[in-house]
């Protein structure tokens, strides 16, 4: 393999350097995060470890409207004052995940593939900055696969890393020797998943906006999304349809990371379907009364 120029060398270690920064205020938000949503937990509500799991689930949803409504100034005075104190002790790493990010950004837009990334609606600059900096350079991959392996989207045993992670999903636990075999970060998983959002999101028209009421495409990636929730209705009935959408963004999340590498190591792309996306509706203006 042809290795990369120099500029484009330094430009790759300075992303990654650049996102450890933003990792760090990352994990440290979380744990700021975690811990207040846990005294909300403990002094607002009836939570209970013994609970079962949906209640907990709707307990924690409860939990984070109440942090909502704190930062307003609604709510028990007590926790109206421990959301701001927290807030204010986040502050100075929201400040260097915001610097970080925007220098991820800025050095992002340098790479030649830049140019293909804005040509597709929903990916971006830091988008892009993510990946290289969890990957490193493309062109040390040697197909898609490969790829897919080391951003946590190869499956084992006929299930997803992230379907492992999870109790409800699994057929089985793994073993301690099939982890080692098979590693999976969850937490360069969720940077991943973050970023299929955004793709889908801005490749899809909701329900509500369709033609049809059924939601459709509004570009490539969309369609790829739309496919195989299709496919998989008929083929897991039983899945819920968060199991669906998971599974659809991971698959969307394959395609987009497929097309990347052969982009970034000019390779030609899978053929596409020959179609005109209909374009996503422009949201509607609020009206000030």
Known sequence: MKAPDKTQAETIEDIRGLHRQRRYAMKVQQKI???????????????????PEE????????VKAMIVEARKGHGLPLIV????????GREPFD?????????????????????????VKGAAAL?????????????????????????????????????????????????ADEWIAHPFS??????????????VNAQWIGAEKS?????APAGY?????????????ITHPDWTKQHSRMDALRVTMKAFLRDLWCTWNDRPKPARPDVEWAPKPKPKRRVKT
Request: hydrophobic fraction near 40%; charge should be positive; glycine fraction near 6%.
């Open 221 to 233: 990636y969309g369609f790829v999304y739309s496919e195989r929730r299709k496919h998989t209705a």
């Open 33 to 51: 995060d975690r811990a207040l949503e846990a005294f909300v937990r403990n002094n607002a509500t009836t939570w209970a470890f013994d609970m």
């Open 186 to 199: 969850g937490q360069r998983y969720a940077l991943m998943h973050q970023i299929s959002i955004w793709l």
């Open 127 to 175: 988008g892009l900055a993510t990946i290289i900096a969890e990957a490193g350079d493309l062109a040390n991959y040697p197909n898609p696969q490969k790829l897919w392996s080391r951003l946590g989207y190869a499956p084992y045993d006929g299930a997803a890393g992230s379907t492992w992670k999870r109790e409800r999903w699994r057929s089985r636990a793994l073993t």
């Open 95 to 119: 400040v260097v995940r915001e610097a970080a990010e925007k220098n991820m950004e800025t050095r992002a837009a340098r790479l030649p593939v830049m140019s293909w990334v804005e040509t």
């Open 55 to 62: 209640e907990r689930e709707k307990i924690n949803r409860e």
């Open 81 to 88: 004052e421990m959301v701001r104190n927290t807030d204010k």
């Open 211 to 215: 033609e049809t009421g059924e939601g």
